[in-house]
């Protein structure tokens, strides 16, 4: 079994080398090339001082190339840090200061976007690009010299499976993103795991919708390089409509899908998804946000033979719980279960009195252990000791579980059902609200398409209950018809008092619908 990531790509180069092992943009790598170019990174960057542990980011849209620095800097025994193309520049620079990285993998355009000034750890940049387009500097390094490094072989290497592989930055409460630290062990357990799960073939066709910083692509990359299958990039430009996207899944004979919900509702609605097109398609998964239950049962009725599956965890475990939709229980249930713990892993729930919930209708916080789990953020103890805590109920020797800030609740079958976030909940005239119930009211109205509940502080009363609301046809709904359809459903105190109509919602850099945003740009205007 291998212990560090790159030993994937090396054992199935012995079996596929000529294999397409990544297509992106028309472009494909073999699994051999992608091995050679991977080990030509590696001693680019170990010649340029790069050591066991050094941060180095990755930052350009997705292409073949983005493999070839992954494994690359793995190889050189680095940690890889990918970076949102798309997210601002500050952002960009931020991220790059706060784990101190030592290069840069990137492209002309990314790197004229940064001001030097702000990046100062930064010794050399690696461009994809073969000509440096005007960046003749000492610095900068263009893709056409990797042909000076030895292709058959990676530097030497001395790792251990709890070594650093990459690092993930997630929004954080502070406004500032916080970086995630994943080790070897963290990503293979999860990845060994689908694996055996989902049975992941050497002629399986893996799509790659989720951006490169987001957990869910994880999956994608490593599992599609353990089982010598193909992953495909989903291009930037056709992910931006449901037709386009639609008709690529079917060219590229998808046969395994990983998404967000909103991505797959997004095909659903506009993308004239049909059965008989999508003859390659056995597996979709879905993780990241909560799938509304009227299109999921839409999306299970749609493609029938297809098996759903539902993934639950935070990027600092991945994958922890799993729940395969099972079609006779959706046609009743009202929410759709996270699940039961993923193999190597345990999961369980902490009431208020600190006791772990074992009878159905019980509430607690979900508590995860196990070799999944995060050492913690990049240098923010304090974050790390408050989320990263002592494994209280094992009194035997030191361990760690991750305290995941989530509701949930067991249900008759022993699954646990996800009721939202615990600093989601909020008061207001008194009473506990969870906003994701109000958002389910008004979701459950056949003519809403997004809805997103948002907490306006207020003096008085604590927070004022306001909704932005995207509808299937603009004008068919008035704010008065929502309020009716939710008074139905929930208690007065949670109908909201404001509810905005808008065209669409605005979205993250990973799909989820960006409740930020919203809230800020609420707030200023009260």
């Keep these: 079994m291998p212990y560090i990531l790159q030993q994937l790509l090396t054992e199935s180069v012995r079996q596929f080398p000529d294999k397409p092992a990544v297509w992106a943009r028309g472009r494909t790598l073999t699994y051999r090339e992608l091995e050679q170019r991977s080990n030509q990174v590696a001693h680019l960057l170990r010649s340029r001082g790069v050591e066991k542990g050094d941060r180095i980011g990755i930052y350009f849209p997705k292409a073949v190339e983005s493999l070839a620095a992954m494994f690359g800097v793995l190889k050189a025994g680095g940690v890889y840090v990918p970076l949102d193309p798309l997210a601002p520049a500050d952002r960009i620079a931020y991220i790059i200061s706060n784990c101190a990285m030592k290069g840069l993998i990137t492209n002309g355009d990314r790197l004229r976007g940064l001001d030097a000034s702000k990046i100062p750890s ?50 954080g409460s502070t406004g500032r993103p916080k970086g995630v630290m994943l080790s070897h062990q963290n990503a293979l357990t999860f990845i060994e795991w689908c694996a055996e799960t989902f049975s992941v073939r050497s002629d399986d066709h893996v799509s790659n919708h989720a951006p490169l910083h987001f957990d869910l692509s994880v999956f994608d990359v490593y599992n599609a390089i353990k089982a010598g299958a193909t992953v495909y990039m989903v291009p930037d430009d056709t992910a931006k409509f449901p037709a386009s996207l639609s008709k690529w899944m079917v060219e590229q004979e998808i046969s395994i899908w990983y998404s967000v919900p909103s991505a797959l509702v997004f095909l659903l609605l506009h993308g004239n998804m049909k059965a008989e097109k ?22 299970a009725e749609l493609l029938p033979h297809i098996e759903l599956h539902n993934l639950y965890g935070p990027t600092e475990t991945n994958v922890c719980t799993y729940y395969t939709v099972d079609r006779e229980r959706l046609k ?122 948002i907490a306006i502080p207020d003096e008085e009363i604590g927070a004022r209950i306001k909704a932005v609301v995207a509808l299937h046809q603009p004008g068919s709904l008035s704010v008065v018809d929502l309020q009716q359809h939710c008074a139905a459903r929930i208690p ?24 930020v945003s919203l809230a800020q740009a609420s707030v200023a205007v009260v």
């Excluded at 070594?163 to 929004?171: K, R």
């Excluded at 905005?500 to 993250?508: A, G, S």
Aim: hydrophobic share 35%; glycine share 6%.
């Design 122 to 171: 930064v010794e050399f940049s690696l461009l994809t690009e073969d000509k440096a387009n005007g960046l003749d500097r000492p610095d900068v390094v263009s893709w056409s010299e990797l042909s000076a490094f030895p292709a058959d072989h990676a530097p030497s290497l001395q790792a251990t499976t709890t070594d650093l592989a990459y690092i993930l930055y997630t929004s």
């Design 278 to 299: 999508l003859a390659r398609l056995r597996i979709i998964l879905f993780a990241g946000e909560v799938f509304p239950q009227k299109y999921l049962k839409q999306l």
């Design 332 to 453: 009743t249930q009202d929410k759709l279960p996270i699940g039961k713990a993923c193999t190597n892993t345990e999961v369980f729930a902490v009431d208020d009195n600190d006791h772990i919930v074992t009878q159905p209708g019980e509430v607690g916080e979900l508590y995860v252990r196990g070799p999944s789990v995060t050492n913690g953020y990049w240098a923010d103890p304090e974050k790390t000791a408050k989320m990263c805590v002592p494994n209280r109920f094992q009194p035997h020797f030191q361990e760690k579980m991750y305290k995941t800030g989530d509701l949930v609740m067991l249900d008759e079958y022993g699954d646990y059902l996800f009721l939202g976030r615990r600093d989601n909940q909020i008061k207001s005239r008194g009473y506990r609200i969870e906003l994701g119930e109000i958002e389910a009211a008004l979701l459950s109205h056949s003519g809403v398409r997004e809805a997103a509940a």
């Design 492 to 515: 007065n105190y949670m109908i909201p008092e404001m509810i905005e109509l808008r065209d669409t919602l605005p979205k993250t850099s990973t799909g989820k619908v960006d409740r």
